[in-house]
């Protein structure tokens, strides 16, 4: 199947692109790395009356350090999340997410705005924004809003973007030596959609937790944060105990359905699975750095 015909424009600026918008009269799709979008035109799941390329505008690309915030443009493509050293001093969620999306073709054209707009509850990128605390920069008629990653993520592919709005760019908390993260998926192959994944940012001065964001992706119609799970974790140490506790906990967080591979069942097990190895991993670390 072949996508139906539609009109092309190649803006520089993120007031030509909303414009090009308005003058299509809502009837458009801003396009970047297109590696979501065009198959979606080729099965005519989408069928805009004008493509917007908004590849080339500057304001939306850049790795930047801002006093404690890192902002990366919603340009930035998969490949810069594990390739550039910024991101993996001031991110290192991101770096640690980076391989186990998709292919490396994939990697080399997607865009993280392009992931996280779209919102697939089974995608990497979209939960580690939700672990990091990330702020989501958003461009619209009336100017620009930041908004946490924690009121973004609204429904199945539904975010806080509304039409002709553009994701601009990210705002990331700067990790701190503190810090620790972790990563990681269950899949049947390596690039795959995942069974279950998990990441996590975990504050840990002195060798307790003091805060904790933990976000799984593909157990709901959004990517979730384990808030249940996070709370048993705080002013804790990571010790088996406390691991145990942990994976308890995550029944209250989680609520799988059952589908046509994984009953739910077994996907919340396998998340509890997951939960520990992390935890396990990065108490671990706290032990060797102690």
Same mark, same amino acid.
Not at 56 to 70: D, K, T
Not at 134 to 142: L, V
Not at 162 to 183: D, M, N, Q, S, T
């Given at each position: 199947?072949? $996508?139906?015909?539609?009109?092309?424009?190649?803006?520089?600026?993120?007031?030509?692109?909303?414009?090009?918008?308005?003058?299509?009269?809502?009837?458009?799709?801003?396009?970047?790395?297109?590696?979501?979008?065009?198959?979606?035109?080729?099965?005519?799941?989408?069928?805009?009356?004008?493509?917007?390329?908004?590849?080339?505008?500057?304001?939306?690309?850049?790795?930047?350090?801002?006093?404690?915030?890192?902002?990366?443009?919603?340009?930035?493509?998969?490949?810069?999340?594990?390739?550039?050293?910024?991101?993996?001093?001031?991110?290192?969620?991101?770096?640690?997410?980076?391989?186990?999306?998709?292919?490396?073709?994939?990697?080399?054209?997607?865009?993280?705005?392009?992931?996280?707009?779209?919102?697939?509850?089974?995608?990497?990128?979209?939960?580690?924004?939700?672990?990091?605390?990330?702020?989501?920069?958003? $461009?619209?008629?009336? #100017?620009?809003?930041?908004?946490?990653?924690?009121?973004?993520?609204?429904?199945?592919?539904? /975010?806080?973007?509304?039409?002709?709005?553009?994701?601009?760019?990210?705002?990331?908390?700067?990790?701190?030596?503190?810090?620790?993260?972790?990563?990681?998926?269950?899949?049947?192959?390596?690039?795959?959609?995942?069974?279950?994944?998990?990441?996590?940012?975990?504050?840990?001065?002195?060798?307790?937790?003091?805060?904790?964001?933990?976000?799984?992706?593909?157990?709901?119609?959004?990517?979730?944060?384990?808030? /249940?799970?996070?709370?048993?974790?705080?002013?804790?140490?990571?010790?088996?105990?406390?691991?145990?506790?942990?994976? /308890?906990?995550?029944?209250?967080?989680?609520?799988?359905?059952?589908?046509?591979?994984?009953?739910?069942?077994?996907?919340?097990?396998?998340?509890?699975?997951?939960? #520990?190895?992390?935890?396990?991993?990065?108490?671990?670390?706290?032990?060797?750095?102690?």
């Amino acid at each position: 199947m072949k $996508a139906r015909s539609f009109s092309y424009v190649r803006p520089t600026t993120i007031t030509e692109a909303m414009a090009a918008f308005a003058a299509a009269g809502g009837e458009a799709s801003y396009i970047a790395g297109g590696q979501s979008l065009v198959p979606a035109l080729a099965l005519r799941l989408q069928a805009p009356d004008c493509l917007i390329d908004i590849a080339h505008i500057a304001e939306m690309a850049g790795i930047a350090r801002q006093g404690e915030w890192l902002r990366l443009g919603a340009l930035t493509r998969h490949v810069d999340a594990h390739d550039d050293p910024l991101i993996a001093a001031c991110a290192p969620l991101l770096r640690l997410a980076a391989p186990h999306v998709a292919h490396p073709a994939i990697r080399n054209r997607g865009t993280l705005g392009g992931s996280v707009a779209l919102a697939d509850p089974a995608s990497e990128f979209p939960a580690m924004m939700l672990a990091m605390g990330a702020e989501m920069e958003i $461009a619209g008629p009336d #100017g620009s809003r930041r908004v946490p990653a924690d009121a973004f993520f609204q429904d199945l592919y539904q /975010t806080a973007i509304e039409p002709g709005e553009l994701l601009v760019a990210f705002h990331i908390p700067v990790a701190k030596p503190h810090h620790r993260c972790a990563f990681d998926e269950l899949a049947r192959r390596r690039g795959d959609y995942a069974i279950v994944g998990c990441g996590m940012m975990l504050a840990i001065p002195e060798g307790a937790v003091t805060e904790a964001r933990i976000a799984f992706l593909s157990v709901g119609p959004t990517p979730l944060r384990a808030r /249940t799970t996070e709370a048993v974790l705080t002013g804790s140490r990571l010790d088996q105990a406390v691991i145990r506790q942990a994976q /308890t906990a995550l029944a209250d967080d989680l609520d799988p359905a059952d589908d046509g591979h994984v009953p739910a069942a077994m996907r919340l097990h396998l998340a509890r699975v997951l939960l #520990g190895r992390l935890l396990e991993r990065l108490g671990g670390c706290v032990a060797e750095a102690a």
